[in-house]
């Protein structure tokens, strides 16, 4: 009898361990990319961007130096070619919707490449979160993939008016968003 009740009580230790197995499988990302950011324009800005793709919701997370202090533009390009000094071969903001430039989730508009602004403080660190079902590291949608696309930094704040940029001014830091 002491056999068969420590058999039961292991059988159903083990289907509880396999049960907390299964459901931290489900909160695992499905992808995750990381980006090295290098300074352009001159600047020292560098930082790292991690991406994780997480039942269907893409959670970005940056942290960034050698900034100046102050508000600066977070932007998605159109390509992950961060070749020229000034960090203009990634092309303009990522905009397969062919939308306005805008505040993120605006009803005029916005490119699914405005990301948004962040704080530089006086060290000239800084970081942003982000998370959108907009965006997919692992899909085959063209409106919707940032793989292939690149990250910029830009030297100012994005106005969230101007035409087709926000007016943000250089670009002090990319990254390519590869895997």
Not at 13 to 31: D, G, H, I, M, V
Not at 79 to 106: E, I, L, Y
Not at 132 to 156: F, M, R, S
Request: aromatic share 8%; net charge negative; proline share 3%.
């Amino acid at each position: 009898m002491k056999t068969l009740i420590y058999s039961l009580t292991l059988v159903y230790a083990l289907s509880l361990t396999s049960c907390k197995t299964n459901n931290s499988k489900t909160t695992s990302p499905e992808s995750t990319v990381m980006v090295y950011l290098n300074s352009k324009s001159g600047s020292s800005a560098v930082g790292e961007v991690k991406f994780q793709q997480i039942k269907g919701l893409v959670y970005m997370s940056a942290k960034l130096e050698g900034l100046d202090p102050g508000v600066h533009a977070f932007h998605l390009h159109e390509k992950a070619d961060c070749s020229s000094d000034d960090g203009k071969s990634t092309g303009g903001h990522w905009n397969p919707t062919a939308q306005p430039h805008g505040k993120w989730g605006a009803q005029e508009g916005y490119h699914r490449g405005d990301v948004g602004n962040f704080t530089a403080d006086e060290a000239g660190r800084g970081s942003i979160e982000f998370s959108t079902a907009e965006w997919c590291l692992t899909c085959d949608d063209p409106n919707k993939n940032i793989l292939g696309k690149a990250i910029i930094v830009h030297q100012g704040i994005d106005d969230y008016r101007t035409q087709p940029t926000g007016d943000a001014g250089g670009r002090v830091s990319c990254g390519g968003i590869i895997k």
